[in-house]
Each structure stands twice: as C-alpha cells, then as structure tokens.
C-alpha cells in the first residue's frame, strides 16, 4: 500500500496507495478489484472463472467444471488475512480492509474497535494473523542476507536483550534475544532466540550470552566472512572465529593514576580506532567506540 522506499517513509510523511474513504465507498466489486490491484487477493482469474456478481450480489468465482457440479469460490476464500465469516465475528471486506490498514498505522486494536466496531476476537485473530505473516516474511528474507560479502572488511555489530519472564514455583525463565547487524545497514539484522538457564526469582536478569548458544551462531553468520565484530565486553564473544576480528566495548569510567594521584576518568563513548589486519595492513574505518 506504500508508495515510497522505507527510507523515504521514514524521512518524510507516509503516502499511503489507499484511504479510509476510498476503501469505505467501495462496492463490493469494487473492494474486490482494489485489493487484487494491491496485492492483497490472488488473481485467480484462469484457475476459476471470472469473477463477477451473483444473485446474492456478492463476487463469486465459478469453477469451470459446469457440467459435473456448480462451483462458486468468495475471492477471499482461504485467505490469510481477510474472513468470511458471518455473525458477530463476520465484517464486509471495506470493513476488514480498513482495519487492516489502520493496524499497519500503528493504531491500536482498542482504538480500531471503536473506530470501526469490529469485534474484538475477530480483531485479535487478524493481527495474530499480520504477525504470523511478518515472521514467515522475515525468516524468509534472513536466507538471502550475508555478511561480508563486500570487497573491504565490514563492521558488524552483536548484542543480546532480554524481553519477557516467566516464574515457575522459584525459579524465573527468561525469554533473551541475540542480533546481528552491519553497521549503518539496518535491513540486514538478523536475530536468534537464546535460551539461557532458569534464575532464582529476585535476579535482576539472565546472564550474557553463553559460548555455547553465540558459538554456533558465530559460526553460521560470520565465519570465514572478513569482518570486524563490535560487541559488548561479555566473555563469550571473544571466542576465536576464523575470519572475524573482535572489538569490545566497554563504557564505563576508569581510575587512573596521574600525577601520583588517582582520579577517575569519565567514559569515552566514541573515539578514533585503527586495526591491524591480517595481511599486515592497518584498517581505520570511521568512529568506532571505545573498546
């Protein structure tokens, strides 16, 4: 429904293909070739028949078997998004369209369902349904990224976040992340989820991430990839990667002595860094942090 690139909808106001209102004064036909226009229906024109108006005056495709049984096929049938329900949980496409619309807006189901009085399971089940659609597409769009794959070293970055917990009697599991991504490529992140042991209830967290789990994603992602890793100063990324130069970051103050007296330095978040390669060449790329 966008027109523009993701980076010029993120640098400028949103231009949608569709409104509310074109969505809403739609017929029935209308609404059907709309959504087919964009995308969102299959065109199943040569498969079945046609798709044209019933006596019931609602789009129906007819299967070209005529003489055996009389087949007609809703357009949306099967889809992963739109229903065909009836009662309380049944909405025309216009209806469905636009929730579907606002949702990728970023409006809330609570304000969907005012807006537009959709009943709330039927609302649930849909952006369940966006979500299932997001991970297929990103699981599918992760086979197709590489790291590394350019002439020069990339610098790559890690890091692992902690999202939700869970208590079982005393003990809390924790549901932690793990991401890869190049530098200033943010379409390339890719993420794994961790699974680090169980804690006592009162820890404020899990741990960093284990050799054991960063090992054999290291080694799938970045192995043999001609990259420099920036990550945090856990123990388990300094595991030695064939191909991978490591980078630590450490933010935080240092006592130092100076003068014969110590003092505390503040931290240097960003300064200058030069590495030496492998073939004995120096590579200073950017403003690296303090590592």
């Not at 049944?90 to 959709?118: D, W, Y």
């Not at 190049?182 to 379409?187: A, D, K, L, S």
């Not at 960003?270 to 403003?287: D, E, N």
């Amino acid at each position: 429904m966008c027109r523009r690139s993701s980076l010029q909808c993120r640098r400028e106001q949103t231009e949608w293909e569709r409104s509310v209102p074109e969505l809403l004064a739609a017929d029935d036909m209308g609404i059907t070739w709309l959504l087919i226009q964009d995308g969102l229906l299959p065109k199943m024109e040569g498969v079945l028949g046609k798709v044209q108006l019933r006596d019931s005056g609602l789009p129906r495709h007819r299967c070209f078997n005529r003489t055996q049984f009389q087949c007609f096929v809703i357009p949306h049938h099967l889809h992963p998004l739109f229903t065909a329900t009836r009662g309380a949980q049944g909405h025309s496409l216009q209806v469905q369209s636009v929730a579907l619309l606002l949702m990728v807006s970023n409006v809330s189901l609570s304000t969907i369902h005012i807006l537009t009085k959709i009943n709330h399971k039927a609302l649930d089940f849909m952006w369940k349904s966006v979500a299932f659609l997001r991970k297929h597409f990103v699981e599918a769009k992760e086979k197709e990224i590489q790291f590394g794959k350019a002439g020069r070293r990339q610098d790559i970055e890690a890091d692992e976040a902690t999202f939700d917990k869970m208590m079982t009697g005393s003990l809390a599991h924790w549901e932690q992340w793990a991401g890869i991504v190049t530098r200033g490529c943010p379409e390339s992140l890719v993420l794994m989820r961790l699974k680090p042991p169980p804690t006592t209830c009162r820890a404020p967290g899990p741990d960093a991430i284990r050799k054991i789990d960063w090992k054999p994603i290291a080694g799938k992602w970045l192995k043999d990839r001609n990259v420099i890793l920036h990550t945090d100063s856990a123990g388990s990324y300094k595991a030695k990667v064939p191909g991978v130069l490591h980078d630590s970051v450490a933010h935080q103050k240092k006592r130092v002595k100076v003068k014969g007296k110590y003092v505390w330095q503040p931290p240097i978040f960003v300064k200058l860094t030069t590495h030496k390669l492998p073939c004995g060449k120096k590579s200073c790329q950017g403003r690296n942090p303090d590592h």
